[in-house]
């Protein structure tokens, strides 16, 4: 199985896996959040992460989302990931958001490698933008000619 770990500081993993399960309810028993908590150490980081890892088997699998690349989390769970043979098949991308995390727990069983990264990230990128409300009263005026 290919498993989707959300990881981060503080709550936010664990956030985004609630919201995730409100558009892929039927996939979120594959999905692992992980934090690094307010006031813990990266030792404490990786016990907590090994810990959500122990159900892993070994022909299982992982894509990895993190909230910043270079963080503590991140390279805290590529090390673990290295320490149980995981990190070499792994996906890893950074800079997470829903727009990504949905696509990455609908496509992780469908799509491979650069096909799977160009597409989750695309989604993720494009997401990102200004959303502009005009009003009602600019709608109007262009009515009065």
């Known amino acids: 199985m290919k498993y989707l770990i959300l990881v981060s500081h503080g709550g936010f993993a664990q956030g985004l896996k609630t919201s995730l399960a409100m558009f892929a309810e039927d996939k979120i028993d594959q999905v ?8 813990k150490s990266v030792d404490d980081f990786a016990q907590s ?3 959500a890892l122990s159900e892993l088997k ?3 699998s992982v894509v990895v989302l993190a ?3 270079g963080g503590s989390p ?3 769970a590529c ?3 290295a320490e149980l043979g995981k990190l070499d098949d792994a996906v890893v991308l950074g800079g997470m958001n829903l727009p990504m995390a949905v696509n990455a727990v609908v496509m ?13 990230l695309g989604e993720a990128t494009s997401a990102l933008q200004e959303f502009k409300v005009t009003s009602d009263d600019e709608d109007d005026d262009d009515d009065d000619i």
């Open 74 to 76: 991140l390279t805290t």
């Open 32 to 39: 692992i959040a992980v934090g690094l908590e307010n006031g």
């Open 108 to 120: 992780k069983d469908m799509l491979e490698g650069s096909d799977f990264v160009t597409t989750v």
């Open 58 to 60: 070994e022909e299982d």
């Open 49 to 51: 992460f090994r810990a």
């Open 67 to 69: 909230d910043i690349v």
């Open 79 to 81: 090390n673990v990931l």
